[in-house]
């Protein structure tokens, strides 16, 4: 015990939560000097950061611009996803209905109206009403789930009074055009402050698809490059590769790998299957095979090799 804090300060490094983001983005990458650009919902108690902006250059992060709070252009998407009745956490499923839905002026211009953009970030001006009410009817003997019993959705909010009258599609398709619009705004604004011709990014922001591809289309900068698992699950991964960072000198020639994940071998594969007492075969020819169930509209999973990782795995 007595050499306790001696062993912690030499073998236990804190890496706070937004330079954990930047250095998965940065050190997945093959760029050896890059922007980089980072945005979530507000870091966590050890980093109350939702943004942040600078440069890797000499193996070293430069912060040139950053942001604290929840005011954040993830709690405006947060929001709209409460209004539209999902359950915190379902922002995909917003994106997805965006896409059936069509852009409404008048509701982006209500929508602009609570959103600043500035060099230090952006702001969105949050307003909750009423204290959600718990309900205990809830609760099931056979699972807990938090969400389900502390939340109520909609909740009492601005976005939800500007919402109310609008199509669930068009509320969706509206709030992610106001966010990209937002984003590049930003992102227009601190290219002036870089000579940096590439840029990564990460935090849960960047798992909307629509904006990654909104920012490619931009052409701001040269090249982008987004990593497997820009949200937090991505942390503890980009925690490893900052504190490599530190102390080795490995040089990085191509990008990582999102390859990271189980493999398994075909015994294993063929022991779960009698074990479950499924039909199966042996296929000399795989893909004409699954060629020609997918055209008699059959649904086919494949996976092969290592899992990849990140919360968009889609097997290998």
Known sequence: WENFSEWYDNHVHFVPHHNSHAALAVLASNFKECAFFNQDGGGDYGDKRDFIFGEYRDKKFHIM????????????HAFITDALSFSGGNNGKTSG???YGKVQDKLAK??????????????????RYNNTKV???KIHPTEYDRGKILYHFPSDTNILRLSIDYLPQDIAATAEYVL?????????KLKKMTKMKNIVFS?????????????????LFKKIFIPMSPDDGGL???????????????????????????????????????????T??????????????????????WFQGRGEYGPRSLGN
């Open 135 to 137: 309900n205990l009817k």
């Open 180 to 188: 990209r619009v937002s984003v590049l705004k930003l992102l227009k």
């Open 110 to 127: 209500a929508y602009f109206n609570l959103i600043s953009v500035g060099e230090d970030g952006i702001i969105f001006k949050r307003e």
């Open 203 to 219: 935090g849960g922001l960047f798992q909307n698809v629509a904006l990654n591809n909104a920012i490619l289309e931009s052409d």
């Open 65 to 76: 611009k950053q942001n604290y709070g929840v005011k954040t252009i993830c709690s405006f």
């Open 236 to 278: 503890s991964l980009g925690q490893a590769l900052y504190i490599e960072n530190q102390f080795t000198k490995r040089e990085r020639k191509e990008t990582l790998t999102p390859l990271l994940g189980p493999s398994f071998r075909n015994g294993e594969i063929e022991s779960l299957l009698n074990r479950f007492r499924l």
């Open 280 to 301: 199966y075969t042996r296929e000399n020819d795989i893909s004409k095979t699954a060629a020609k169930l997918i055209t008699k509209g059959k649904i086919v999973g």
């Open 97 to 99: 209905l965006a896409s």
